[in-house]
């Protein structure tokens, strides 16, 4: 079965630092990856996803991820965190099927110092 | 616009009550979803729905039943509500190709007392 670790429960950076969070998967097949932010109170939101191609790719709000096969990662970057990046982050894998099942890592809250 | 809507954004009832939770999406998605997610932010899928069909139905309490009327709408029906299903329940639909990305609601915090 497939299954997300996020290492970091809590990362603290101060505006304007760089960010990385980190996310490893374990999957059969090559997987579906994907980073989403919950802002306090809200729902999910898609940062960006990987499905196949260019293993470092781009998504909203200035964000980065990067596939490393060889490492089973699937990491989250940030060159200059704003504060209102502070949130919570899930990185997922999708498993392949008509399901579509999404499997969630347990998430790093993110805090942003001024 | 909306894409994926819940109602009740908060709910809050007596141990015992049944209630429900709306959920509807304007995306013309054919896949519906509910995660439960728990105090600790922990997501854990409940359903899965996919033209009215479902498809993923995990361990879940049979007090949970989800309903399906038509493509656009998901509701999630809880009966003989406990304590321990306090949590913040989202809804979300899915593409029928093209990957596997969902789009969430915004949630509902059930608080049962």
């Known amino acids: 079965a497939q299954s997300v670790t996020q290492p970091d429960i809590h990362i603290t950076v101060s505006e304007g630092a760089s960010l990385e969070l980190r996310c490893n998967y374990s999957?059969?097949?090559?997987?579906?990856l994907f980073w989403y932010v919950q802002s306090p109170g809200q729902g999910l939101q898609l940062l960006l996803k990987?499905?196949?191609?260019?293993?470092l790719v781009q998504g909203i709000k200035g964000f980065e991820a990067e596939f490393k096969r060889s490492q089973s990662s699937f990491n989250l970057r940030k060159p200059s965190v704003h504060w209102s990046d502070a949130a919570e982050y899930f990185c997922a894998v999708g498993v392949s099927g008509s399901a579509r099942q999404l499997t969630f890592g347990s998430g790093t809250q993110l805090t942003v110092l001024p | 616009d909306t894409a994926v809507s819940q109602t009740p954004k908060y709910l809050v009832t007596q141990m015992g009550n049944d209630k429900s939770i709306k959920c509807e999406q304007n995306?013309?998605?054919?896949?519906m979803y509910w995660y439960k997610q728990d105090s600790k932010k922990f997501l854990k899928i409940m359903f899965s729905y996919n033209n009215k069909e479902l498809i993923i139905n995990e361990t879940v309490p049979n007090r949970f039943s989800p309903k399906s009327p038509d493509k656009a709408h998901l509701n999630l029906h809880i009966n003989s509500l406990e304590l321990g299903d306090s949590a913040v329940y989202f809804c979300?639909?899915?593409?029928?190709?093209?990957?596997?990305?969902?789009?969430f609601g915004p949630g509902t915090r059930l608080t049962v007392l």
């Open positions: 995306l013309g998605h054919d896949t």
């Open positions: 999957y059969g097949a090559t997987p579906y």
């Open positions: 990987y499905f196949s191609g260019d293993t």
């Open positions: 979300a639909s899915s593409l029928p190709s093209g990957g596997y990305e969902q789009f």
